[in-house]
């Protein structure tokens, strides 16, 4: 995946990092120009960006203005970064500017009001009921609509997909994360109470999967017994930047010995991935670990491969 990619989000925001840290923000606000039409569901992210670099060039005025029609559309981010990041208060002199604030903030208030737990789901179409659950949970910034299409190949195996969304908002509008260890378990667990009201559900084959903060939820949940899973396929829960320790299992009560656990990662995820495994392996936890094709983080253009490497490990206990 090259720097002139603009179909993943990850590759967008790496070669915008790199742009941003070089102080090249002309060519940063080009790039996120065509990643705006190549990735319309970031339409939210890809804004605040584009007013930050017009903000860094010195068009005040147009950065301004691009935030007023973002809000016009509904977009809105939290006040308290529109008032401190460092790329925004150089609007703060502009005199609409206060009011975009404002406006921002009370969007987000109506946005909080209203934030209920959502979930999106696929049916196996050509496997008859009883049928297995994978319950798979976005990452931090993020949200159902844009993670469940990763998941749908499982469908296709005979497998019900549950994509669950947070109720709690992120930093922008449209997006959701996990913040609340207690509230995201309560929300999760009323998702499963609900599909197997209406769903055949196989109690004995539930899988929880996760990508990012997702995945660090569904190891914990799952090590700890806090769901009745079997299985949990875990896709680039851990990098550079985190403390390892919370991936060892002593640090979790093992309540589900006979948990499988499937460790996805990509190039900038894989040493981690690697140590993770040696320590579920050296606690005697059966574990798969693939490598994905990804060089950023999100997902492999060929994920569908490698989910069904995943499934078919957790369902086959003798392998």
């Not at 925001?13 to 742009?19: P, V």
């Not at 190549?38 to 605040?48: D, H, K, R, V």
């Not at 084959?205 to 090590?223: D, E, I, M, N, P």
């Not at 390892?244 to 900038?268: E, I, K, V, Y």
């Amino acid at each position: 995946m090259s720097d002139d990619d603009l179909t993943s989000i990850g590759a967008v925001i790496n070669h915008y990092e790199k742009l941003y840290a070089a102080g090249n923000y002309a060519q940063a606000l080009d790039l996120i120009g065509r990643a705006s039409q190549s990735l319309p569901g970031y339409a939210p992210l890809t804004a605040i960006w584009r007013v930050c670099m017009l903000a860094r060039l010195g068009r005040h005025t147009q950065a301004v203005h691009l935030l007023a029609e973002a809000a016009a559309l509904g977009y809105w981010y939290h006040p308290d970064a529109l008032r401190h990041d460092p790329d925004l208060v150089l609007l703060k002199d502009i005199p609409e500017y206060a009011d975009i604030v404002r406006l921002n903030e009370e969007l987000r208030n109506a946005a909080l009001s209203s934030a209920r737990p959502n979930i999106i789901t696929y049916e196996p179409q050509a496997a008859p009921p009883p049928w297995p659950l994978l319950l798979a949970l976005h990452g931090d910034l993020g949200n159902a609509g844009l993670f469940a299409p990763e998941w749908k190949e499982a469908a296709a195996q005979g497998w019900l997909v549950a994509v669950p969304q947070s109720s709690q908002i992120s930093w922008l509008s449209g997006f959701y994360e996990w913040r609340d260890p207690e509230k995201s378990l309560a929300e999760v667990r009323g998702h499963m109470d609900t599909l197997k009201e209406h769903f055949a559900v196989d109690p004995g084959r539930v899988v929880l999967a996760g990508f990012s903060r997702g995945s660090v939820l569904a190891y914990q949940w799952a090590l700890e017994g806090a769901l009745p899973v079997y299985g949990a396929i875990l896709v680039e829960g851990w990098g550079p930047d985190v403390d390892l320790s919370q991936w060892t299992p002593s640090t979790h009560t093992q309540q589900n010995p006979g948990l499988r656990l499937a460790l996805l990662g990509g190039d900038d995820f894989f040493i981690e991935a690697e140590q993770v495994y040696g320590k579920l392996q050296a606690r005697g936890i059966p574990c798969l670990l693939e490598r994905t094709s990804n060089v950023h983080h999100g997902f492999a253009s060929d994920f569908d491969i490698s989910l069904r490497k995943a499934l078919a490990f957790i369902d086959s206990p003798g392998s």
